[in-house]
């Protein structure tokens, strides 16, 4: 008798400790019983279970926040992973690489934008030259992030200097 719907409203009834009348009377006006808060509760004050014979889980929406809350354990900061996307090993030589990681440290904060720094070499602050920051001890993997800021003309005379003496 529990494999048809009366059988199951029977043991259900049982269960809870109403009749049955009272537990089908329930169930036409539109409530559903919480297993959880043993109580009468709207239909639509539980979520969604495709599985269930009513489509509704067993116990309302309230019952299942404070069941999650009481089961989350937040991770210590110090085990949480680092945010973004994981860093490639630096390589020697490579000069995009070492750009882009001197973008992303002005971009988190560690460095500051190149146009708020005095220029290295002439001490130019201020607008109407732009500045950047300069790899000035090449693109080896240990220095990717060992830059100064300089200014357009400072740097450009930096590279000059470099190609008359074979430099990085």
Not at 113 to 141: M, N
């Amino acid at each position: 008798m529990a494999n048809t719907k009366i059988g199951a409203q029977k043991t259900a009834a049982y269960k809870i400790g109403i009749s049955v009348q009272e537990y089908q009377q329930n169930i036409k006006s539109g409530l559903k019983w919480c297993w959880r808060c043993r109580n009468f509760k709207r239909l639509d004050l539980f979520n969604r279970d495709w599985g269930s014979v009513d489509s509704r889980t067993n116990c309302c929406r309230s019952c299942q926040q404070a069941k999650d809350r009481a089961r989350y354990k937040p991770v210590p900061v110090k085990e949480q992973k680092p945010r973004g996307f994981a860093l490639h090993p630096p390589r020697d030589g490579d000069k995009q690489q070492a750009r882009n990681r001197v973008n992303r440290e002005i971009r988190k904060g560690n460095l500051p934008h190149a146009q708020t720094v005095p220029c290295t070499d002439c001490g130019h602050i201020g607008h109407g030259r732009l500045h950047e920051y300069d790899h000035h001890l090449g693109y080896a993997a240990i220095n990717h992030l060992a830059v100064q800021c300089v200014c357009v003309p400072c740097h450009n005379k930096r590279e000059q200097q470099r190609r008359k003496t074979g430099g990085s």
